[in-house]
C-alpha cells in the first residue's frame, strides 16, 4: 500500500506552559506528607494500637469494622479517633479529602470552623479539644455511609477519592498565586512606566512627583490590590483603585469580577473616582460590565504588557492622564 506523502505546513504552534503542572506536582508532594496514607501510618507508629482499638471498637459500628477486616483493611483508615486526630491534628485534613468535601464546605459553610487550625496549622484550640469526640462520631457516621455504598475497595480507591478532592483545592491554590503574580507584574510595569518621576520606592510603594510638582503615591494594598492617591497638604485624595485577578480558571471569571466589584464600591465611598480591574481570561469586557459597573477600565495583563498592543497603549495614556505625567 502506498504511502501518502504529508505536506509541509508553515504554521507555527505555540508552546504551552508546564508550569502549573509542576506547581501542582509540588505542592501534591508537600500535601501527601501531611495528608495522605504516608501521614497517617507515620501517626499510627508513635500510638499503642491498643488505644487506636479502644477508640475504634466504641465508636465505630461492629459491621463496619468487620466490612474493613474482610478487605484487610484496619479502622483508622477510614475512621477518625480521638486518639489519632489528638497525635496528629494535620490527620483532620486526611479525613476531609477522604469523605470528599472541600475546605470551604467543610470549614466555611458547614459546622466545622473550630477544627480548621487543626488541619492547617496541626494545632488544637481548647474549644476543638473540648469537642474533639462529637467531631469524631460525626465524621465517623459519614465513612460508614461511605463504605457502606463503596462495596470493594482498597486503600489505594481510597487515595484515589483524596486526589479527587484536593484536585480543585490545588487549583485553587495556584490561582492564588497567579493572583500574587499578577499584581507584581501590574506593578512593575507602572513602576517601569513612570521611572523618569520616581522620588523614592520600596518592594510595595513608589512616590513620584507629577508634571504639576504634586507627590503621588502608588502602592499595594490589601483592598483593592493595588491603588493610586495624590498627596495633599490636607490629607490625600485617592486616583484610581486597581483589581487585579490574575487567575487563569474561565469558569470562575464572573465570582472574581464580583469580588473587584466590591472592592471598587468600597473604595468609591473613600473617594477614588477612577476604578481599573485587570484580567488574565481571554473575555468580551461588556460581559462583565454588568458585574462589575464601577469599574471604568477593563483590561488584560497580557495584552498591557505588549508595548506593540493597542490595550497597552491606552492603558499607558490612561495613567498618563490620571497622574499627570508624560509618559
Same mark, same amino acid.
Request: charged share 25%; glycine share 6%; with cysteine.
Given at each position: 500500500?502506498?504511502?501518502?506523502?504529508?505536506? =509541509?505546513?508553515?504554521?507555527?504552534? =505555540?508552546?504551552? /506552559?508546564?508550569?502549573?503542572? *509542576?506547581?501542582?506536582?509540588?505542592?501534591? +508532594?508537600?500535601?501527601?506528607?501531611?495528608?495522605?496514607?504516608?501521614?497517617?501510618?507515620?501517626?499510627?507508629?508513635?500510638?499503642?494500637?491498643?488505644?487506636?482499638?479502644?477508640?475504634?471498637?466504641?465508636?465505630?459500628?461492629?459491621?463496619?469494622?468487620?466490612?474493613?477486616?474482610?478487605?484487610?483493611?484496619?479502622?483508622?483508615?477510614?475512621? =477518625?479517633? =480521638?486518639?489519632?486526630?489528638?497525635?496528629?491534628?494535620?490527620?483532620?485534613?486526611?479525613?476531609?479529602?477522604?469523605?470528599?468535601?472541600?475546605?470551604?464546605?467543610?470549614?466555611?459553610?458547614?459546622?466545622?470552623? *473550630?477544627?480548621?487550625?487543626?488541619?492547617?496549622?496541626?494545632?488544637?484550640?481548647?474549644? *476543638?479539644?473540648?469537642?474533639?469526640?462529637?467531631?469524631?462520631?460525626?465524621?465517623?457516621?459519614?465513612?460508614? @455511609?461511605?463504605?457502606?455504598?463503596?462495596?470493594?475497595?482498597?486503600?489505594?480507591?481510597?487515595?484515589?477519592?483524596?486526589?479527587?478532592?484536593?484536585?480543585?483545592?490545588?487549583?485553587?491554590?495556584?490561582?492564588?498565586?497567579?493572583?500574587?503574580?499578577?499584581? $507584581?507584574?501590574?506593578?512593575?510595569?507602572? +513602576?517601569?512606566?513612570?521611572? $523618569?518621576?520616581?522620588? /523614592?520606592?520600596?518592594?510595595? @510603594?513608589?512616590?513620584? +512627583?507629577?508634571? /504639576?510638582?504634586?507627590?503621588?503615591?502608588? +502602592?499595594?494594598?490589601?483592598?483593592?490590590?493595588?491603588?493610586?492617591?495624590?498627596?495633599?497638604?490636607? !490629607?490625600?485624595?485617592?486616583?484610581?483603585?486597581?483589581?487585579?485577578?490574575? !487567575?487563569?480558571?474561565?469558569?470562575?471569571?464572573?465570582?472574581?469580577?464580583?469580588?473587584?466589584?466590591? @472592592?471598587?464600591?468600597?473604595?468609591?465611598?473613600? !473617594?477614588?473616582?477612577?476604578?481599573?480591574?485587570?484580567? @488574565?481570561?481571554?473575555?468580551?469586557?461588556?460581559?462583565?460590565?454588568?458585574?462589575?459597573?464601577?469599574?471604568?477600565?477593563?483590561?488584560?495583563?497580557?495584552?498591557?504588557?505588549?508595548?506593540?498592543?493597542?490595550?497597552?497603549?491606552?492603558?499607558?495614556?490612561?495613567?498618563?492622564?490620571?497622574?499627570?505625567?508624560?509618559?
Amino acid at each position: 500500500m502506498q504511502t501518502k506523502e504529508l505536506m =509541509p505546513s508553515n504554521v507555527l504552534y =505555540p508552546v504551552l /506552559s508546564a508550569d502549573l503542572q *509542576a506547581g501542582f506536582h509540588y505542592r501534591l +508532594k508537600a500535601i501527601k506528607e501531611l495528608y495522605f496514607h504516608e501521614a497517617l501510618s507515620k501517626t499510627v507508629k508513635t500510638i499503642k494500637i491498643s488505644d487506636i482499638d479502644f477508640d475504634l471498637n466504641k465508636y465505630v459500628n461492629e459491621n463496619s469494622l468487620r466490612q474493613l477486616a474482610s478487605l484487610s483493611l484496619r479502622g483508622e483508615i477510614i475512621f =477518625p479517633t =480521638p486518639h489519632l486526630l489528638y497525635n496528629n491534628p494535620f490527620l483532620v485534613g486526611y479525613y476531609r479529602l477522604l469523605l470528599g468535601f472541600s475546605q470551604k464546605e467543610f470549614y466555611t459553610k458547614g459546622p466545622f470552623g *473550630a477544627f480548621r487550625s487543626m488541619e492547617e496549622k496541626g494545632k488544637i484550640s481548647r474549644i *476543638a479539644s473540648v469537642n474533639l469526640e462529637g467531631f469524631c462520631i460525626s465524621l465517623i457516621s459519614t465513612a460508614e @455511609s461511605l463504605i457502606s455504598q463503596l462495596g470493594d475497595f482498597n486503600r489505594f480507591t481510597l487515595a484515589e477519592l483524596q486526589l479527587l478532592t484536593v484536585g480543585p483545592q490545588l487549583r485553587g491554590s495556584m490561582n492564588n498565586e497567579y493572583g500574587q503574580i499578577a499584581t $507584581q507584574k501590574t506593578f512593575n510595569l507602572i +513602576k517601569d512606566l513612570v521611572k $523618569q518621576y520616581i522620588l /523614592s520606592s520600596t518592594p510595595a @510603594s513608589i512616590e513620584i +512627583k507629577n508634571n /504639576s510638582g504634586r507627590i503621588v503615591e502608588i +502602592k499595594f494594598s490589601a483592598d483593592p490590590d493595588i491603588e493610586i492617591i495624590e498627596k495633599l497638604t490636607s !490629607g490625600f485624595r485617592g486616583l484610581i483603585s486597581i483589581e487585579i485577578k490574575g !487567575g487563569k480558571d474561565y469558569s470562575n471569571i464572573h465570582n472574581r469580577i464580583g469580588e473587584a466589584e466590591k @472592592s471598587h464600591q468600597k473604595a468609591r465611598q473613600r !473617594g477614588y473616582f477612577e476604578f481599573m480591574t485587570i484580567i @488574565s481570561v481571554e473575555i468580551d469586557y461588556s460581559l462583565l460590565k454588568s458585574e462589575s459597573p464601577t469599574t471604568s477600565h477593563f483590561f488584560h495583563l497580557d495584552k498591557i504588557s505588549e508595548i506593540n498592543n493597542s490595550e497597552y497603549s491606552k492603558f499607558k495614556e490612561l495613567l498618563s492622564s490620571i497622574l499627570g505625567v508624560n509618559i
